[in-house]
């Protein structure tokens, strides 16, 4: 069993049947990282270009960790330090990485559909590490292994998606991946912040928290984008934390194993209290950790393989 | 490809009897069961370490630690041919300073040892690396010997040898057979 494609651009491009096979390949790479010496040859020789056009600290570090310890060469490319500064357009960006022989580009866009757009241009294989508002698959991957790390099992889960669901790349990521295995999907957030015709990517929709948390398996906090508060979307960051927010009363409502869930950075204060975010249920910690394991796997799955049978 | 059954090399009892053999030379050949340690290659190695540390500890009264070692991220095919499935390392002991006893069901080219002991030496820095196999069925292509084996077997390089075990195929049975288009 082997990934379809040579890239990887979203969770709507993939089946359930991949997805699995991501996760039970993470498992494998997780023990690597415990250990004193944190590399194995496995892609010794393999070139792979990290391309980050908006800044991200997390999601960049985790992919160079995870090339690194597969022993592949990393080279990161960021849109200040680099010709995309001086306005080479990305499609000579494209050329020039490719003619430098890379096995692999991890790119992350402003503009939705940048990767797909990557991919078509060049033979080598393209991951999509956060288009726009669109898609952030390898998050909703580790997110994805973490939940099952946690519960056992995806399958017949209740997940409370909650926040700025309208620009959040990684709600629809998780959206899809997670109801492709059979969880059950509710977005809740102020009004302003749920997109029209959500609820056709498989999920309900609620502007009430307090109602749905008490069947919640698993609540995903959504960072709050502080920097869109001059679109005042809501009337005031106190009254998100009021009726949005995580704090420890709320805690107390969600069932005795249910998980707590943050794709960082934390705003301790709004989306989340201090508090929650500290407590043993929260797997925030776990999520970052689990990050480096699911992204080995799907470098090994997209680039350890060669021709033949 | 299908796998044709030509003969059954080896039952139960003549596996049983291999492996208290083998647990016995182990333990002469190292004086004792205090330093050592086995460790499983994936699937197939990993039942015949488990069933080797059993005897060991009833011969020697002390059960040497069990490690299970899987061989995927350090083959030397890897981009070659598609990518095997990979299991999990688990080894909970400290490899530094142990005699290491590597088990597993067939030595044929060498490849596998050789990607184990890369993989050991990750881990750290073993005192000495000892190699046990249920069958050797020759065809070297490193310069690898067993220490310890159960059977030797000549066989052409179109036959395959097949180790089923009780854990894993519900059968103690070594059976030689050829892969039919």
Redesign the interface.
């Given at each position: 069993m082997q990934l379809k494609s040579k890239d990887l651009l979203g969770i709507r491009e993939l089946d359930g049947e991949e997805i699995e096979l991501i996760l039970d390949t993470a498992e494998s790479f997780r023990e690597i990282s415990t250990r004193a010496v944190k590399k194995v040859p496995t892609l010794r020789g393999r070139t792979i270009v990290s391309l980050f056009l908006e800044p991200s600290t997390r999601t960049r570090v985790s992919f160079e960790l995870a090339g690194k310890r597969l022993s592949a060469d990393v080279v990161n490319i960021s849109a200040r330090a680099s010709a995309v500064a001086k306005g080479e357009c990305l499609k000579d960006t494209a050329k020039t990485i490719e003619a430098m022989n890379a096995d692999l580009v991890v790119m992350r866009h402003s503009a939705a559909g940048a990767p797909h757009f990557l991919a078509k241009l060049i033979e080598c294989g393209v991951i999509n590490a956060g288009d726009g508002a669109h898609e952030h698959p390898t998050q909703a991957l580790l997110d994805l292994f973490t939940i099952k790390e946690r519960l056992g099992k995806i399958e017949g889960l209740q997940v409370v998606v909650i926040g700025d669901i309208a620009h959040s790349r990684v709600a629809r990521s998780n959206i899809l991946a997670l109801t492709k295995l059979g969880a059950r999907v509710t977005v809740v957030g102020p009004p302003t912040l749920i997109p029209m015709g959500i609820g056709e990517m498989g999920c309900e929709v609620s502007y009430d928290l307090d109602t749905v948390l008490g069947q919640a398996d698993v609540v995903y906090a959504l960072r709050i984008q502080l920097e869109r508060q001059t679109e005042t979307l809501f009337p005031s960051l106190r009254e998100y934390a009021a009726l949005f927010g995580l704090n420890e009363e709320r805690a107390g409502r969600l069932k005795k194993n249910a998980l707590i869930m943050h794709p960082g950075p934390m705003n301790r204060g709004i989306e989340i209290t201090a508090e929650v975010a500290d407590l043993p249920q929260s797997v925030v910690t776990d999520q970052v950790a689990n990050g480096v394991a699911v992204r080995m796997a799907i470098l090994y799955l997209l680039i350890g393989g060669g021709e033949g049978a | 490809m299908a796998f044709k059954e030509k003969t059954t090399i080896m039952d139960r009892g003549a596996i049983q009897r291999a492996l208290t053999r083998i647990a016995h030379e182990i333990v002469e050949r190292s004086g004792g069961a205090e330093n050592l340690a086995l460790v499983g290659i994936r699937s197939r190695g990993v039942h015949l370490a488990s069933r080797l540390a059993r005897k060991i500890g009833e011969i020697e009264g002390i059960t040497p630690p069990l490690g299970a070692l899987?061989i995927?991220?350090?083959r030397d095919d890897?981009?070659?041919?598609?990518?095997p499935?990979?299991?999990?390392?688990?080894i909970t002991f400290d490899v530094t300073g142990k005699d290491i006893i590597l088990v597993d069901d067939v030595l044929y080219t060498g490849r596998s040892v050789r990607a184990a002991m890369?993989?050991i030496f990750?881990?750290?820095r073993p005192t000495t690396i000892q190699l046990a196999v249920m069958i050797d069925r020759g065809h070297r292509e490193l310069p690898v010997r067993a220490d310890f084996v159960g059977k030797n077997i000549p066989t052409s390089q179109r036959e395959e040898v097949r180790v089923n075990l009780e854990e894993e195929d519900g059968i103690d049975a070594v059976i030689l057979g050829e892969e039919v288009t």
């Amino acid at each position: 069993m082997q990934l379809k494609s040579k890239d990887l651009l979203g969770i709507r491009e993939l089946d359930g049947e991949e997805i699995e096979l991501i996760l039970d390949t993470a498992e494998s790479f997780r023990e690597i990282s415990t250990r004193a010496v944190k590399k194995v040859p496995t892609l010794r020789g393999r070139t792979i270009v990290s391309l980050f056009l908006e800044p991200s600290t997390r999601t960049r570090v985790s992919f160079e960790l995870a090339g690194k310890r597969l022993s592949a060469d990393v080279v990161n490319i960021s849109a200040r330090a680099s010709a995309v500064a001086k306005g080479e357009c990305l499609k000579d960006t494209a050329k020039t990485i490719e003619a430098m022989n890379a096995d692999l580009v991890v790119m992350r866009h402003s503009a939705a559909g940048a990767p797909h757009f990557l991919a078509k241009l060049i033979e080598c294989g393209v991951i999509n590490a956060g288009d726009g508002a669109h898609e952030h698959p390898t998050q909703a991957l580790l997110d994805l292994f973490t939940i099952k790390e946690r519960l056992g099992k995806i399958e017949g889960l209740q997940v409370v998606v909650i926040g700025d669901i309208a620009h959040s790349r990684v709600a629809r990521s998780n959206i899809l991946a997670l109801t492709k295995l059979g969880a059950r999907v509710t977005v809740v957030g102020p009004p302003t912040l749920i997109p029209m015709g959500i609820g056709e990517m498989g999920c309900e929709v609620s502007y009430d928290l307090d109602t749905v948390l008490g069947q919640a398996d698993v609540v995903y906090a959504l960072r709050i984008q502080l920097e869109r508060q001059t679109e005042t979307l809501f009337p005031s960051l106190r009254e998100y934390a009021a009726l949005f927010g995580l704090n420890e009363e709320r805690a107390g409502r969600l069932k005795k194993n249910a998980l707590i869930m943050h794709p960082g950075p934390m705003n301790r204060g709004i989306e989340i209290t201090a508090e929650v975010a500290d407590l043993p249920q929260s797997v925030v910690t776990d999520q970052v950790a689990n990050g480096v394991a699911v992204r080995m796997a799907i470098l090994y799955l997209l680039i350890g393989g060669g021709e033949g049978a | 490809m299908a796998f044709k059954e030509k003969t059954t090399i080896m039952d139960r009892g003549a596996i049983q009897r291999a492996l208290t053999r083998i647990a016995h030379e182990i333990v002469e050949r190292s004086g004792g069961a205090e330093n050592l340690a086995l460790v499983g290659i994936r699937s197939r190695g990993v039942h015949l370490a488990s069933r080797l540390a059993r005897k060991i500890g009833e011969i020697e009264g002390i059960t040497p630690p069990l490690g299970a070692l899987d061989i995927t991220f350090y083959r030397d095919d890897i981009g070659t041919r598609p990518q095997p499935k990979a299991s999990v390392t688990e080894i909970t002991f400290d490899v530094t300073g142990k005699d290491i006893i590597l088990v597993d069901d067939v030595l044929y080219t060498g490849r596998s040892v050789r990607a184990a002991m890369d993989a050991i030496f990750d881990l750290g820095r073993p005192t000495t690396i000892q190699l046990a196999v249920m069958i050797d069925r020759g065809h070297r292509e490193l310069p690898v010997r067993a220490d310890f084996v159960g059977k030797n077997i000549p066989t052409s390089q179109r036959e395959e040898v097949r180790v089923n075990l009780e854990e894993e195929d519900g059968i103690d049975a070594v059976i030689l057979g050829e892969e039919v288009t």
